[in-house]
């Protein structure tokens, strides 16, 4: 059964910077295209950046420029780097990998004004 944890979420000032990393547990880590999701008070779910096994990204309009998505399949780590924080970014982040549909239990990242 494949266990995702993600850390790095906490408070932090509007212009500032975070980031998130999702440890990954199980096998092929490299072969699966993992994903960062949030969720805001109120709102649904939404993708924010996803990164497949050969390192292809891709962003939401909201986050491109501003996130980056990374991994290191050595250990089974994926990443977000936040800059440029908003207060609309302040949400619950997910780390999710495709293909097993398992999904982390998220941390919070709030952004204040």
């Known amino acids: 059964q494949v266990r995702l944890v993600e850390s790095g979420g906490g408070l932090v000032q509007a212009g500032g910077s975070r980031r998130l990393s999702c440890a990954v547990s199980?096998?092929?880590?490299?072969?699966?295209?993992m994903g960062w999701h949030r969720q805001a008070p109120g709102k649904q779910r939404e993708l924010v950046a996803t990164i497949t096994g050969a390192g292809s990204t891709n962003y939401a309009a909201s986050v491109k420029g501003r996130f980056t998505i990374a991994r290191d399949n050595a250990k089974n780590t994926v990443f977000l780097q936040m800059d440029s924080l908003k207060p609309e970014d302040t949400a619950v982040y997910y780390c999710?990998?495709?293909?097993?549909?398992?999904w982390g239990r998220g941390t919070q990242v709030t952004v204040s004004s």
């Open positions: 999710y990998q495709h293909g097993t549909n398992s």
């Open positions: 199980g096998h092929f880590f490299s072969a699966y295209t």
